[in-house]
């Protein structure tokens, strides 16, 4: 089933990401709420997953040309703007798609329901930081411009029509636009614009091309798993 | 006794006891006397001091000592767990490794609150930590090898650490009294995952049977040292005994301890790396083999084999992060929210107020993760 997958994927692997901060957060309070939020989708990518097969052998025994996940969730973490500006633009992104199909009353509208309140409370989590970090110190501001920027290209994938996926793709990229286009006005950060034509663009993660850090990312995840063949855990 | 602070004083006027004697014609001398007669029939009593009552000064440094050590071991203990969260090899431990990590700096949360409440700042007994004037559980300067670790410590290091931490429960300072017991609630699910994992590795294949035994091996005597040294050589046991900040000698939790143990490893079909554990009908306990205090001494000292790494990781984790505390510092400054506590130090006005609560409810993964 390949939209239980493509939002599946997104969930988990954006999950293993913010999980990387375990025992690294700048501040103790953001220990607690990077787990609650990598947690909130561990927990919606183990419904989805399971939708779609067994979540186990889907996690840990496929090849990375076979995950769906948009290439914004796969990036590393970089320093904590980079993770900010990641989670800004992906929970604006899950926000919106939530909510169209916890309305839509299709397969998902029942997971989507309940993943919105959840989404929800990741959205008010990176639009706070976002705003203290544009608008806080010199320092902060670069490096929240940084990631602003630097993520920016990876936002057109997330934007392509998911098949089965029965939801108004292009107001989702308006209302996308108009909030996070709002948040980084406030905090006081340039909107980054193009890429011009011709320049590279992230956009076939859903099709099963990544890049070069999910390899590494997935070698990690799934060594354990795939030494002990059979094994239950 | 020390002298009494002016502060220390006037805080002290909060306790009934105190302020009917304190205020007396006696002078300053006749008031200490009085106070500290205070202090010690509210303890007598089982009553609990509470952070306005007056308190000895060696009261006080004594539980901050004890305090900041524990919130340091809360958050220095999530970097061996974390250490396999992105190898978990299922995604339901991942959820509940993820879930008890959290956990852990929740408590850490907890407890450097309590800790605030004697008069020193969060940012303080973090700069100690990191200067190494304060110490962290010496447990976590080892290493976790294996998935199997994962189950080890959640069985011996939450049993150990429970053991310990259930007289705390009834600790005479109420702040720390009150947050033991939510902290050992937790615990006590970290110590039957931790079982329910290597009860699982037990009944698995060969390579899981023998990395939970291999586990077992290497976790077990460290785990009677979190105990502490020997009642004999124990330098802040007797006193903390009187103060009723410990209730049980090192020596008696740890064969408490030992006994709870023993059975529980039989169940899950491993062995205790003891050939001296045998059951003493005359005792009605276990008798256990002797104790390499050099190797506990030499962890102590800094020695052990992740020491440094484990304070390298803190304080790096502490600077690259001090650019995003002065950011939010900055911001709160130039946005007053209304509504925020006034007294709330930055770091925790940094964290939307929402995100504490959250934790608590955070029952969809978490309440899965620990049935
Ligand atoms: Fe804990
Ligand atoms: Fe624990």
Redesign the interface.
């Known amino acids: 089933m390949t939209a239980a997958l493509a939002l599946g994927d997104d969930a988990l692997v954006l999950s293993h990401r913010l999980g990387e901060w375990a025992g690294h957060a700048p501040v103790l309070e953001e220990e607690v709420a990077l787990a609650n939020i990598a947690l909130d989708l561990l927990g919606q990518a183990r419904v989805l997953l399971s939708l779609a097969g067994d979540e186990d052998e889907l996690a840990f025994l496929r090849e990375e040309r076979a995950f769906r996940n948009v290439q914004l969730v796969e990036q590393p973490n970089g320093d904590f703007a980079h993770t900010i500006a990641r989670q800004l633009y992906f929970s604006v992104y899950q926000r919106g798609l939530y909510e169209q199909l916890a309305a839509g009353g299709g397969d998902f509208a029942g997971l989507a329901a309940k993943a919105v309140k959840e989404v929800a409370y990741h959205q008010d989590h990176a639009t706070h930081w976002t705003l203290r970090l544009g608008d806080g110190t010199e320092e902060s501001h670069q490096r929240m411009q940084r990631g602003v920027d630097a993520l920016w290209r990876f936002t057109g994938e997330l934007f392509q029509p998911v098949e089965g996926v029965e939801i108004d793709w292009p107001s989702l990229h308006t209302d996308w636009l108009a909030t996070v286009t709002g948040v980084l006005q406030q905090a006081t950060l340039t909107v980054p614009t193009g890429p011009g034509s011709g320049a590279w663009t992230a956009g076939a993660g859903r099709q099963g091309i990544h890049t070069e850090p999910f390899g590494r990312m997935l070698a990690e995840m799934q060594h354990l798993h795939r030494s002990h063949p059979g094994a239950s855990w | 006794m020390a002298a009494v602070t002016a502060d220390q004083t006037t805080q002290g006027q909060a306790r009934g006891t105190a302020q009917a004697t304190a205020g007396g014609p006696d002078g300053p001398a006749g008031a200490d006397v009085a106070q500290q007669a205070a202090f010690d029939a509210a303890v007598a009593a089982d009553e609990r001091i509470e952070p306005r009552d007056w308190m000895p000064d060696a009261y006080r440094a004594s539980l901050v000592r004890q305090m900041a050590q524990h919130a340091h071991s809360e958050?220095i203990g999530?970097?061996p767990e974390?250490n396999w969260?992105?190898?978990?090899?299922?995604?339901?431990?991942?959820?509940i490794l993820?879930?008890k990590?959290?956990d852990e700096?929740?408590h850490?949360?907890y407890l450097?609150s309590a800790a605030e409440t004697l008069g020193t700042s969060?940012e303080e007994m973090l700069d100690k930590l990191h200067a190494g004037r304060q110490r962290y559980s010496s447990i976590f300067n080892y290493p976790t090898l294996t998935?199997a670790d994962v189950g080890a410590i959640g069985w011996l290091v939450d049993g150990a650490a429970i053991t310990n931490q259930v007289p705390l429960c009834r600790c005479s300072y109420g702040p720390y009294a009150r947050a033991m017991v939510r902290i050992c609630k937790e615990e006590s699910f970290h110590q039957r995952q931790g079982y329910e994992l290597l009860l699982?590795l037990g009944r698995?294949?060969p390579?899981?049977r023998a990395m939970a035994q291999d586990a077992v091996n290497r976790w077990w005597w460290p785990s009677l040292m979190m105990f502490g040294p020997p009642d004999d050589a124990s330098a802040h046991s007797a006193q903390s005994m009187t103060w009723k900040i410990k209730r049980h000698s090192n020596d008696e939790l740890r064969q408490r301890f030992v006994d709870i143990c023993v059975p529980q490893a039989e169940a899950l079909g491993l062995t205790l790396p003891d050939p001296d554990l045998r059951w003493n009908e005359e005792r009605g306990h276990h008798d256990f083999g002797a104790i390499d205090w050099t190797e506990f001494q030499e962890v102590l000292k800094g020695n052990g084999p992740c020491n440094e790494q484990r304070l390298t990781?803190r304080r790096?984790?502490?600077e690259?992060?001090?650019?995003?505390?002065?950011?939010?510092a900055?911001?709160?400054l130039?946005?007053p929210a209304p509504t925020r506590h006034a007294h709330a130090p930055a770091?925790?006005t940094?964290?939307?107020h929402?995100?504490?609560h959250?934790?608590e409810m955070?029952t969809?993964?978490?309440a899965?993760a620990t049935a």
Do not use: C, F
């Open positions: 958050i999530m970097q974390a969260i992105s190898r978990a090899p299922s995604l339901r431990r991942k959820a993820m879930a990590v959290q700096a929740g850490g949360l450097y969060r998935w699982t698995g294949t390579g899981q990781q790096r984790a502490h690259e992060g001090a650019w995003v505390r002065d950011a939010a900055s911001y709160a130039k946005h770091h925790i940094e964290a939307p929402t995100e504490m959250q934790a955070h969809p993964p978490n899965e």
